[in-house]
């Protein structure tokens, strides 16, 4: 998950695996991004469900926007990976609210 803007989250099978957020760099934040997350011990056997969400904050000043990058790969080996899902985007926006709201949902 990376270039959030405002708020994104990734939920495994109902429940919450990752969360983060833009924070301007002069609050100590680390521009809405984390590194890449091992879900492979939290599966279940057969169906599992990632859902992949982004809430855009009400912005009363000058701009205003949300952006995202969701991601999800399967390692083929110690030096490849498989793209399962990838979504991004990023439009103009000032009004509060769920901009994007996706599952993928693949077999162990």
């Not at 760099?25 to 990632?50: A, E, M």
């Not at 979504?87 to 994007?100: E, I, L, P, T």
Request: proline letters at 3%; glycine letters at 12%; aromatic letters at 12%.
């Amino acid at each position: 998950m990376d270039q959030i803007d405002n708020i994104g989250t990734i939920c495994l099978n109902g429940r919450e695996i990752a969360s983060c957020e833009w924070r301007a760099s002069f609050l100590g934040g680390k521009n809405g991004s984390i590194l890449p997350i091992d879900i492979t011990n939290q599966l279940r056997p057969g169906s599992n469900t990632v859902r992949f969400t982004l809430y855009n904050q009400n912005w009363s000043g000058p701009g205003g926007k949300y952006s995202y990058h969701f991601k999800l790969y399967k390692m083929t080996d110690k030096r490849g990976s498989k793209v399962l899902f990838e979504r991004q985007g990023m439009r103009s926006d000032k009004n509060a609210g769920v901009r994007f709201d996706e599952n993928y949902t693949f077999e162990k």
